[in-house]
Each structure stands twice: as C-alpha cells, then as structure tokens.
C-alpha cells in the first residue's frame, strides 16, 4: 500500500538567497530549507558542526553529585561495577564508563544481565549477589535504572551505594534517596534526546574534569574522551535516537574517531565487518554493520562477550571475539528471518486482525531476544504499531518487545494498559514489556482500542516527508557529494528524499536476492537514466509493469566501485504518474 507524499514548500527567494550567501548549490539549499533553517545564520550552524558546541556536561541533572561520588570512591580504593543492559546502547555504555575508571585507577568491572534468564535493568537477585561479594561497592547502573524503585529501595536497605544512569522514560514515581543522572529530569539541560551511552559521555567527561583541574581534563583522560566518541556514535546510532543538535555533533565526531583511534576490539569489528579500508564511515555503516554484530550477542544470550570485545587490549583475543560475534549475527538473521515468515503466517490466518489499528502477536517458538527487531519489520511491512510476544517464558509469563509506526507514542498506548501487564518500559518508539500468557487475548483488544483512539494516521495512509522535487539530471556525483554536508543521517535527520514525476521504466523492473525479496529498476527521464533498488519490495514489481509511467519517491547515493562513482537510489514508495493535462 503507497503512502501519502509530503513535499515540503520553499520560498524561493530564501533558497537563492542561501544557495548564494553559503556557496552551494540550490538544491542542497532547497534541503536546508526543508530541514527548518530560514536564516543563514541557522543553515551555517546546521552545516559547521563543531565539538564547542556540546552542552557543558555539568548542565546535566545529577552528573555532579555523581561524579564527585565515583571519583571519591576512585580515590578510596573502593570496587566500582558498571550495571549495564545487554543491547548496544548499554554495552557501548558499559564499555565507555569501564575504560574511563580503568584508566583513573579505579577497582572497576562490570555487570550485564543475561535477556534471557534476568531480563531489562536492575533487579533484586543481582543486587543481593554483588552486595554480598563485596558490601563497600559502589554500583553504577548505565542506560538503565530510571523505574527501577523497588531494586533501589532494596539497595538502600543493604547499605548498597547506588547511582543510576539512563534516558528512557521515567515513571510517575522515581528512585527515592537514589543519584539519578538524566537529561529529562528537572533542571537547566537544554537536550533530552541523549541515549544511554550519550549519558555516560558525559559523565565521564565530568570524571575527567574533576580528575584534571576541575574544569579540563588531563591530556591524557582527553585523548581517552576523543576516542569514547568513537563508542558514543555507536550507540547513539544503534538506540535510534534523534541525530539532531548534540547527538548530530557526538555522531559526526563518533565516526572520525571509529576511522582514527579505534581500540583492537573496535578495530576487529571493522574488520570483520569489511570497513576497515574506510578512510570515512557513514551512520549506515554503523548501523547495518557494527552494530547488529554487538546486539547479536545480547539478543542470544551473551553481551557480556561484546563488552570484553570493546574493552579487551588483546587483537588476538579480540579477533576471536569479533569472528565469533559474526557467527551469532549469522545466526540472528536466520533465526530472524523465520519469525518475519511466521508472523506475517499468523496475520494472514486471522481475517479479523487486518483491520485492527495495532498488531499484538504472541507465538510459543519465537526467540525472546530477537522478537524486537521482528516487530520492526512487522511494523513497517504491515504500517501500523506492532508487538511481539514470546511466549515461551517462566512461569506463564510471556515477554514482548514492540515498535511503533508513523509517530504513535508505544510508551503511552503500554501506559494505558499497564494494568493487563506485569511490567514495562522504553520510550515512545520501542518498548519492552512482560505479560501473563493467559492475558494476551484481552490486551491486543484494550491496545488495539488505544491505538484507534489515540492516532489519526492511518494503516497505509502514513505520509513521508520530502525535501524537493527534482529531475534525475540534477542528481550529479557532485551534487550528492555535497548533500553529504548535512549527515551523520538517521532518526530525526534522514538523507534527503526526493521526488521525481513521470519518469519511464527503461527496462521490466527485476525481483532479486534471496525470496526474491527486493526490487532492481533501472528508470528513465528526460534521456537521463539511473538505476535503483527497493529492499523488501520485490512484489512491486508485477504492479510497475502494468503501471506504465511512474513517480518515484527516493533517497540518492553514490555507489563507489573499483575507482568509479556513480549515481543511484533507493526507491521509497511510487505511485502511477498522473496522466498528462
């Protein structure tokens, strides 16, 4: 089903204006103004991106008390565990933190729960166990710990010095007699859109500067925060989060500091992710490349692996863990693959849920740790909010994990049925919760009606936002080159997206890949050809060969092969262009 194109207005004396103030050219300046910049002040800040332009980490809620606490505990000797999450926000989180204390001395290890036996964020049995190891610790939760009231309470009850870390949205009743350090409490922080591991940045940084004079670390910690960039990109890139203001900034440096000051477990991933000859690395890169490799291991089981890949000073060992990480990522896909089959088997079985706003989905074979990347491909194959349950859970309890689709707040419609739920937490777009088996059936009912009543874009009918029209002439290396200027690009901060009207089929598109799962097309206009590919969208195929003529909704990239660059693009949506007047 094709969806609603949003092409965004420009005033075009403000585009010639800004095409010749900042020397480029007017489509990238058709861009900018897409992107919310109506001044040429505005547009050179979006384009500079400079790391002056971080907030001061001292702005952020409870990172002081924090930091005097950890370099105090640094000072006295006392051991300092790292409680992470096992996806890659909490493992890059963990990674970043534990390599900070290390190099300031400190008695330092760290904590990750296994997903499929303890499940998200702090609970009670690991408080106890790492209580009674050693009582003086000072324990550190990262990317975590926000809702986690009764294990803090727990904590101070056994004398238990605790500090949280994490960005996900906080319940109506927080942590009692508990540091908490996040962007959305109250206070002057002027971003909240920090990650997990953008929240440990920042409070390493805050170490560093206490350990150095006060206000600057010392060269030796700022080298370290050079490269902590480098594990901050990942995750930020990983968690989904908006790549605007200073995640943009983190993100852009983050990539530079993955080409120069990788560490051997950095250096082993790009490796075996077939980067390591990259003298730049995109957000993509990262995104289907290094990424899915380090949350393999938390989906099955084993993030502890990823986090002694990204802290080990071994290459040996380090090439051993990368290689085995790639194993596991092989093995997700497989895994992955077969659910994708199922679910979209067990909707096509129930006539009744095609119209329902929302789809709940529950099956007993389905893998816990691999059922949220699922929904999200559930969610964007069937447009509309998704949620996957794996029932195979301990004592009748299932465990979810959920994406949303076209801006539906997932946090809130969980909210709204919390009462059916034994438990939850994330954000607006993704989510986890667990859930008695036998109450399935009444929650899909109350989150489908939640969903109906709370968000007005339609299944099929969710609009895409494009920057320009354009004519596949104006798409030159040099052009796209330029368009560059406006990356890191993900949530928030895509690759532009272009339409171009009534172009010709220049040959029959093509299926391709495995299930013949894709679509190749190869389009033409106005005697300019360019070739494209839909991923997912083979079944296009057949209605583009009744269609005729088409339009084509589309991001541009340059593929480099072998010395040559050319021109391509990714096909988003089309639609049959509209007979001549």
Known sequence: MHRIWRIAAHDEALVRDLSSRLKVSPLLAQV???????????????????????????????????????????????????????????????????????????????????????????????????????????LVSVDCGITSVAEAALARELGLELIITDHHQFADTLPADTVLVHPRLPGQYPFGELCGVGVAFKLAWAICARLGDGKKASPRMREFLLGAIGLTAIGTIADVVPLVDENRILVHFGLASLVERSNPGLKALLRISGLQDRSALQAEDVAFGIAPRINAAGRLGQARLAVELLTTTDAERAAALATYLDELNRNRQTVERRMLKQAKELVASRPDWHDQRALVLAHDDWHPGVIGIVASRVAEHFQRPAIMISINGVNGVAQGSGRSFAG??????????????????????????RIHANGIDEFRTAFSDFVGEHHTVLPGTS???????????????????????????????????FVASNVELAMPPKKMGEGERHLSILVRQYGESMRGVAFGKGEWADEMKAAGRISICFQPTINRFQGREKVEFQLLDWHPAEPAA
């Open 463 to 497: 609009e895409l936002a494009v920057d320009a029209e354009a004519r596949l002439s104006d798409l030159s290396v040099r052009s796209i080159t330029e368009l560059e200027k406006l990356g890191p690009f993900g949530a928030a901060n895509p690759r532009p997206v």
């Open 32 to 138: 900018i103004v897409a992107r919310g910049c109506s001044t040429p002040d505005a547009a050179s800040k979006y384009l500079a991106k400079k790391l002056i332009d971080l907030h001061d980490p001292e702005m952020l809620p409870g990172v002081g008390l924090a930091a005097d606490r950890i370099v105090a505990a640094v000072q006295a000797g006392r051991r300092i565990t790292v409680y992470g999450d096992y996806d890659v926000d909490g493992v890059t989180s963990t990674s970043l933190l534990w390599h900070c204390l290390q190099l300031a001395g400190a008695t330092v290890d760290y904590y990750i729960p296994s997903r499929l036996e303890e499940g998200y964020g702090l609970n009670c049995d690991a408080i106890r166990q790492l209580h009674a190891e050693d009582p003086q610790r000072l």
């Open 408 to 433: 539906f707040n997932l946090h809130a419609g969980l909210t709204a049925c919390r009462h059916l739920l034994v438990g939850f937490g994330g954000h607006h777009a993704a989510a986890g919760l």
